[in-house]
């Protein structure tokens, strides 16, 4: 029952949460961080580890090689993880969500593309896709080896957002990728 609340919550934070929102605990490095983390996390909180689960998502889409973030999938790929690391607590999380986002069914087309999206495309439909910043911030991490996020605050967040802003014909990951300089 809690992971189907979880799900839920996830769900409703995914359609609405506003972008200001998003950047709430950078510090998991992708390579280290283990099943019984997550797990805790998510018994601790009331609402789903948003940050995290974006970052996860995000990070195993690129190490399979897939560009595409896929809102509504978070939510039951998040299920799935969830019961495997309770059952395998010293797990890595980015292997098991890499393997259930792999078996997943996802479709490989969809507004929101690590390699694709620009700014202004974010910033036209930025209600839709309030989380991707903090999935492509995973997905950077994993193709240039980045052992911290780019967006390690609200300040951060706020930052990559306006000089996005500035450059709606640049790629996001583009921008993302200059904030880090």
């Given amino acids: 029952m809690r992971k189907l609340l979880l799900c839920c919550a996830l769900c409703c934070l ?103 999206t620009t700014c202004g495309q974010f910033t036209a439909a930025q209600e839709d896709g309030s989380g991707f910043p903090v999935w492509l911030d995973g997905y950077n991490r994993q193709k240039n080896g980045n052992r911290s996020s780019i967006l390690n605050d609200n300040e951060s967040f706020q930052g990559f957002l306006k000089a996005c802003a500035k450059k709606p014909d640049s790629l996001m990951l583009d921008v993302l990728r200059e904030q880090a300089r």
């Fill in 14 to 116: 995914l359609a609405g949460l506003p972008a200001s929102g998003m950047a709430a605990n950078a510090k998991i490095d992708p390579e280290s961080y283990i099943c019984a983390e997550l797990v805790a996390l998510a018994s601790t909180v009331q609402e789903a580890p948003l940050f995290e689960v974006l970052q996860m998502d995000g990070y195993a889409a690129a190490a399979a090689g897939q560009d595409v973030a896929v809102p509504e999938a978070v939510a039951p790929i998040l299920g799935q993880v969830l019961g495997i690391c309770q059952a395998q607590p010293t797990e890595k999380v980015a292997a098991v969500w890499q393997a259930v986002r792999q078996q997943s069914l996802l479709p490989e087309n969809g507004p929101w593309h690590a390699d694709r």
